[in-house]
């Protein structure tokens, strides 16, 4: 994950390859922490109706 210069914020230890980008930050607990001390995500069209199905 990068902030919004690009810079890098964290990064996941190697997974399997097929695991979703959004997928390694939710396992490690980083989107939970991030939406808990108010910080928002950008994410492509792609990941936003695979979250709005996941619901």
Do not use: K, Y
Request: charged share 30%; hydrophobic share 35%; net charge neutral.
């Amino acid at each position: 994950m990068a902030d919004d210069t690009g810079d890098l914020l964290w990064i996941s230890d190697g997974l399997s390859g097929s695991t979703r980008d959004l997928t390694a930050p939710r396992q490690h607990g980083i989107v939970d922490a991030a939406v808990r001390n108010g910080l928002q995500f950008c994410a492509d069209r792609a990941t936003r109706a695979q979250e709005r199905a996941r619901r």
